[in-house]
């Protein structure tokens, strides 16, 4: 843990925004991909029922 605090101490701020943004972004794609996982079996749930 202390290594990665340094790392990220000793880069700019401006990339470590960046880096941000991209994890939000991945974080939001993953929660659409479970939204969208979710529908899929509801959906085939209902028509296998």
Same mark, same amino acid.
Do not use: E, N, Y
């Given at each position: 843990?202390?290594? *990665?605090?340094?790392?990220?101490?000793?880069?700019?701020? #401006?990339?470590?925004?960046?880096? %941000?943004?991209?994890? #939000?972004? *991945?974080?939001?794609?993953? *929660?659409l991909?479970?939204?969208? *996982?979710?529908?899929?079996l509801?959906?085939?749930?209902?028509?296998? %029922?």
């Amino acid at each position: 843990m202390p290594k *990665a605090v340094d790392s990220v101490s000793k880069t700019p701020p #401006i990339s470590r925004r960046s880096v %941000q943004v991209r994890s #939000i972004s *991945a974080t939001k794609v993953l *929660a659409l991909a479970l939204l969208f *996982a979710i529908a899929a079996l509801s959906v085939v749930f209902l028509l296998l %029922q």
